[in-house]
Structure formats: C-alpha cells, structure tokens
C-alpha cells in the first residue's frame, strides 16, 4: 500500500532527525505567553507552543525524550481534577490543545485559567501523574510572526513540522483572511518567516474560496513529494504541495474528500493499521440539532489513506454522503468515537481523547 | 490542631503569595488545596515547595483566582497536622457591562459578516460564549446555529469579533441552502446576549442585554472609492472627511485607510459617525496647503465583506472582475 507508507513515513520521520537540527543555539530563559492556541510536537521532544495573541510561537526542548512502553493510564474525572490541580473550579478550566509526545508517550495539555486569564501547559506521563511543563530558564527559541504584515495573525489554528519546516495555518480578528506562516529549520531565536494566503476550491461550497482557514493540519508525502492536509468548516479535505509555499506563489489547495457540511474540524491524525493507512479527523457538528450523525454533536470520521492520492479532485473530489445515506466504505463515521472532544494518536492501535464527561480515556482506532 | 504548640502556618501575600510553615517536623508534607463548596478541600494545587532549616515554603506554580478559598496544609505520615485558611478576595469591580455594538446602524445588510462586542471591562472567554449570544427574529426565535465558533478576542479581553458562518451568507453553498440564510432582508432582528456571560472571575451580566436592527437587500457589490465624498480641510486646522456610500468596517477603517502628503503617510486618527458611512480624519499636525492621496488596502471590507478587490462570495474559477482603484487623489487649498 504505497499510501500507507507515505503517511508511515512521514509519521516516521520525526524520529531521526536531532533536536540540533530543528533549533539552532537555543536561548536559555523564560517563555512568556499571552494565549496558547495550538501546540504540536516536533522531531526528538521539541514542543511548538503558538501564541496568535502575542504573535509568536516557541518551540521548547523539553529533553522528554526517554521511550518507554506501554498503555496510557485512563484518568476519570480527568478535567474536575486538572481543575482542582490549578486551584480552580471546572467551569473556569478550558482545554485547549493536547498532544501525545510521540517518543515519550506523555501527554501535554495546554489549558486556560479563565479566572486569570493565565494559560497553562502540564504534563501527564503514562501513569496519569500531572505536572506543570517548566517554562522558566529553559531551552527555547521564539518565533515572531512578522510585524509588517497588513493583516496581522491573532489566532493559531494549527501547525505542522514537515520536511525540514515549520508550517502554521492561522487567522486574522478583524479581516476575514487565511493565512499560512512558514518558518525554514533549524529554528532561531528571534528568527521569523513568510506569511502567504491560500485559495481552496471547497467541495461542498463547489466554488474556489480564498479565505476559508484551515482548522487543522497534517504532514503527507507522496511518490517523495511533501504535503500538508488541512480539513476546513464544512468539511473538504485539502492537501497543498509545500514546495508551492515560497515568496510570491498563490498557494492552490487540491481538495480531495468531501466529510459533509455542518462540521467544524477539531484534530486529526494519521495511522496505519494491518497494513492500511487511514486518517481520523474529530469535528464539532454545529448542525447537530438539525441532522445529527450521531447521540452527539462531538463526532468523528475515518478515511482511507490512499484517497489522499485519488486522482478525482477538486469537484470531482469523493464525498463521504450520496445524499443522506453513505456513498463509500473508505469514509466512514468512527463509531466508538461519538462524544469526543479532543484527541491525539497515542500509538497506531490507540488514541488518547477527552470525552464530553470530562475523562480522559483511551480509544482502539477503528 | 497544633504540633507541640510550635507548628503554624502563615502567608506572605506580597511573595506571590507563599506560604510559610515554621518549626515543620522532618518528613512533613506541605500542600495547598482549593476549598470547595461543601468545605471539602480538592487535589493539591501546583506548588513548589521548599525547606530552609525548620521552616518549609510553598509557592503555587500558576496565580491563585480571586473569588477562590485555599487551604494550605501540613501532614505528617498522612495526618493533617496544622491548616490555614486563606480566602483570595474578588475585586470590588461591579459586574461587566456592554458598551458597544458594532454595527451600530441600525440597519444592517443581510449577508452581514460579523459583529463586534465591546465590554468595559474584559469578559470571560472559553467556547460557550458561543451559546451566550443568539440572533433573535422578529417572531421571538433564535435563528439556529448562526456563529461561526472561533473565539477571536481583543488583546485587553473586552471586545468579541464574532462571526456569522460563511457558509450561511454565500450564495449557493449547501450550508446556505440547507438550513437558510441566518439574515434575511426585510426582517427585524435583535443581538441578544445572555445574562449568564461573566467577568473572568465570575461576575454575572446580570440581566438580558438586546441589540435591535433590520436586515436590508443583501450587499454583494465590491467597494469603490470613486463613488465616496471626500471633503478636505482648508489649509491648517480641522479635519478631513470622507463619506462613503456604504457602511464599513471601522476598525478596518483604522487600520487600511491611509493618507499620504508629498508621498509621505500622515499619522491620523479617524472618528466615525454612527452610520459608519463618515470618517473623519485629524492630523496631530497643521495640514499643508498641495496634493495628498487617500489610499485603501485590499483588506478594507464593508459590512459584508466586500472589498475593493472581489466581491465576499466570489467564485475564484469566474472571470476576473477588475478590482476598483485601491488609491485616489485630492488636494488640500491654502487658507484665504
């Protein structure tokens, strides 16, 4: 299955590259954040933490870099205890981001002391113990997103480190714009990049559109050439070449799956199991009232790997419904996974979520 | 309860807080809790603690919330030896009040894009804020679904950007089609938030605010500065004005309108009437008498989205319409 080792690969990747070689002579010291919007790890530990509101984004060594065995230990009550921990109640608790150190297994929560309006990046190592991600004299650099930019970032919807970069998708406050930044590794202190916009033909909208999104984002390699996946508000599935992400090239998306309109897209990850490749992404169905797929507006969908490369595209791109009912096997809603509010690959049998209830459990990938 | 009458624990709220346990037998525990409601004390809070001699200090890793109550314990062998209790008082501010809608018009075209909520103070954020402010019919019905739920706060926390779904305003979109535009012209609506939405530290609204307005025809026509009135100042004193011939975004006004004199920009400061159709311009500086240029960026959007360079919901595999003039020239006369 060609596809099946793209994203296999691409997954792989990580994994041999040096901290060295995503930072360059890191600064030592204190990281200060406005808002955490998104983190995601990079290759060997290095955590990227984006701050849309103070218009930057570090990326930290956490030196988590030590692989241990095993399951994830399930913590019921999960988001009532991570409240207690910070001293506050769970209506003043916000999840915003987590993510499964691929190496470590330790999953990092970024959350949001909404009395203090303090955000807060803790750590939970496989056995459920919880401790705060030390952000004082540490090994960092800091990204600044550009100042000249005519439409300033203010949000951070997700990032990628892909062949070598760092890719962010992000948003502005007031103009209605899409915009990827890109930064070239090794990352330096104080070292900015690009900002592009991007035009995505949106399936379910049949039209081309340049300033929807994205909501998240993934790394994909086919027949060696570099992609990112991002998913969008109703939902088309679109992959961009990277190498068409430089100075002065309008970035065209390639929209190749159509999940159904009414979903907003929350995470999404790639595995491979018994062989095939297949992508989860979590949406937040704010047409649930309407047309619900599921018990709850918190759903999710799996898709084939191999749709990724399917060379019908754009209007022709494959839709997951026929109408009401569904059109193809290869995209299916993920049953067990009705409730979920975030998620995160643990392993490629596994995932790591947080349920509606606030718990923290593990889910089998279908 | 006391060890030996030597035990106790005290606070030195200038430090943080920390807090201080003297005389702390060897093996002691020190942690701080969240008092909860029923007077049960919850799982310890973040802390770094630390011993000098006989005297152990525990700083909380994250800002303690105002409005909570903390206790700070010592245990030994897991029995609590001594408590304190310490209440972080909530500040005398009244409850938040909003101060500002925008757009304030009135009337409001139906494939309006967003709103924006000024607070006095700033509000608390997290995704509910999403189920705190409905769009009300004139029948008394909340029009289903129709935000956008991307939180897009100002810096300072006291203004919302918060969008209508896209989906629902272009034209030919499923989402549009299948659940109906959220505005439809003709209409009467009004904003209407919650009682519920809160201070960050937990202080109601208190009471229903409304907005009203009146959704007019759609507006699906790209800016063009050649229909706007720009009325120069003579030379010196006073201000520049420019009227429009739709309503716009004035924060985009602030940030991609822009005014040159002998190629050089001016720093100005603009004030906007309550139609959003008239901006008006101040120079920190006399204006010289000679040739000035307004210029707009492609971000400039009217209350629709529009722009002078596409249309909101254009459709990109169209031709392309040609975009109106970005900059246009005015001169400025001499004071008789």
Redesign the interface.
Known sequence: MKHALCLFVCSLVYSFVSAGEVIKEPHSGDIEL?RINVIHFGPDGVLLIADG?GSQIFALETGDTEAVDGEFTQIGGFQT?LA??????QD?L?IIDFEVNPISKSLYVAC???????P?L?RIDREGA???VNLKGVKHVRIPLPAGD??PV??I?DMVWIDGRLIASA?C?????SKIFSVDGPLQHEKSGQVYSA?TF?V??????????MSVMIPYEEDGKHYIVGAF??TPVVKYPIDSIKPGAVIKGISQIELG??N?PLDMFGYSKEGKSSVLTNT?R??H???PYGPSPHLAFRFDGELLAAPEVNEKAIRRLKGTTPNTEQIEVAQTFHGVVKMSRFNDKSAVALNEAGDLVTIALP | MMLAGILAISIIVSEGPKFVAADAPSGAEFT???V?GNGEA?????STVSRKGDTLSLV?????????T?EARISVDGDVKERFEYRFQESSRPPPKLVRVLPDTGKVPANL??FYLEFDQ?V????TIFDQIHIVDEDGRKV??PW????????D?KRL?L?I???RI?Q????RQ??GPVLVPGKKYELLLDASIQS???KKLGKTVRHPFVATADNRSKLDILRWNIKPPVSGEGTLVIETDRAL?P??VE??LRIFHDDEQLDTSVKWSQSQTKFIFSSPQPWQAGSYRMEV?E?L?DLA?NTAVRV?D????LPTEEASPLARDFVISKQR
């Open positions: 406005k509101a205890e207690s921990r910070m001293g506050i109640g003043a916000e949001l002391n909404k009395k203090t309006r303090t807060a803790i919880m401790s705060p005519k439409a203010s949000v919807t948003r406050n007031e103009e209605f714009a035009e949106h379910a909208h049949n039209r081309w559109e340049t300033k929807a999104p508000s109703c309109s009414g907003r937040f704010f047409h009232e309407k047309r | 701080l809790h969240r909860v919850s799982h310890p809070v973040f909380p890793t994250f800002p303690l919330s105002p409005g909570e903390y894009l967003k700033p608390r954020e997290g995704r289903y679904s956008r739920r991307q939180e897009l706060w100002s810096e926390g950007t969008w779904h896209p989906g272009k030919g979109v499923n989402l299948q659940l960050p530290e937990g975004d924060f985009l940030r991609h960026d971000y959007e989205g909101f254009t459709d990109l595999e």
